[in-house]
């Protein structure tokens, strides 16, 4: 089946945060796979055909992700379809009838959750399990055995957190204490007191952006050294800008991308070049993240000959995609591209990876 947006183009869909809890990140992702659209097309696209790149804003709404999937889908007569923020998003476009219909496959969100057996669902970045599993090995070689647990009331962190947990049993690291953190973050002072009365040897943040932001610049003021940690979910730029050079001293967060403003390898160095061609904004993992998810895209379509079956290929197939000192690979009951994971870490008001 060819890719049959009009005339001679590939419609490529995405409904993704851009005014919510999470907009800093979908800003950043979008910026990104746009950019990578943009040189795509600007070198002929695929085989000749152009991308067209429509997305729509979600505001972190799991109800209208889906109604945006199904416009996208049915009105936009989208080819492929790219995912959004939080396991609750995705969750909502899955189950959702038009997407059921397409046949389609979702590909790379920005979720936390595995999906259930056999749903249709193509993620770019390792499990959020990878990651914790990386953070924890990252503080087992430091000495620190027990953890402190912040956990934002959102239902974008309930499947992270029962994973967390999990993790924690299975090391049998000590838990000193586990605090909840409001979704709007109004109770910040209090938890964060509580937490550091606990002394524990580090700490695990399950929160948005905003939400770690606020627990970080009250924690600081009782406990300025334990180290803080927390995931890729997180725009470090705008934790940075909102919680101060000072709070995130100490803090250190797994990453699913190599550092974006290094030029290490191809792939880096071409998304530095890209960014500076055709955005007038910084480089953030999420966008390193996001144009190495549109550059995979791009080369399954590419493989395909433009078949949109070509997501559905990288499912069921054996398939290698080099991205230039980045692989991505899949297989039979494999649903994720990458398993890159590192780690990033403020030091003096700088990012260091």
Wanted: proline share 3%; with cysteine.
């Amino acid at each position: 089946m060819e890719a049959h947006g009009a005339g001679n183009t590939i419609v490529v869909g995405q409904a993704i945060d851009l005014s919510g809890p999470n907009a800093a990140l979908g800003r950043d992702y979008v910026a990104g796979i746009k950019t990578c659209f943009d040189a795509v097309n600007a070198a002929g696209g695929i085989g000749g055909r152009r991308i067209q790149y429509i997305v729509r804003d979600d505001r972190g709404e799991p109800a209208q992700a889906a109604r945006a999937a199904a416009e996208l889908l049915e009105r936009e007569q989208a080819d492929f379809m790219l995912g959004g923020v939080g396991d609750d998003a995705l969750k909502a476009v899955l189950e959702s009838a038009p997407f059921k219909r397409s046949g389609q496959v979702l590909f790379a969100p920005l979720a936390a959750s595995d999906a259930p057996s056999g749903a249709r669902v193509l993620f770019w970045r390792p499990t959020f399990r990878q990651e914790v599993r990386h953070v924890f090995a990252h503080f087992a070689k430091l000495g620190a055995n027990d953890v402190g647990v912040v956990v934002q009331e959102t239902p974008a962190t309930a499947e992270a957190a029962r994973a967390l947990h999990a993790e924690i049993a299975e090391r049998k690291v000590k838990l000193s204490a586990s605090v909840r953190l409001a979704a709007d973050g109004a109770n910040a002072a209090a938890e964060a007191r509580r937490l550091a009365a606990a002394k524990p040897g580090f700490v695990i943040v399950l929160a948005d952006t905003i939400g770690t932001s606020l627990f970080l610049k009250e924690f600081r003021k009782h406990d300025a050294q334990t180290f803080v940690a927390g995931t890729s979910l997180i725009n470090l730029e705008t934790l940075r800008e909102l919680a101060g050079p000072k709070a995130v001293e100490w803090t250190v967060f797994s990453q699913v991308v190599p550092n974006p403003a290094s030029g290490g390898s191809l792939l880096q160095m071409e998304h530095l070049n890209m960014m500076r061609k055709y955005r007038d904004e910084a480089v953030s993992s999420l966008t390193l993240e996001g144009y190495a998810a549109a550059k995979s895209l791009v080369k399954a379509v590419q493989l395909a000959r433009g078949n949109r079956q070509a997501l559905h290929d990288l499912l069921t197939q054996p398939t290698e995609i080099e991205l230039g000192g980045l692989t991505a690979a899949t297989g039979a009951n494999r649903n994720r591209l990458s398993g890159y994971i590192d780690i990033a870490l403020f030091k003096k008001g700088n990012l260091v990876f």
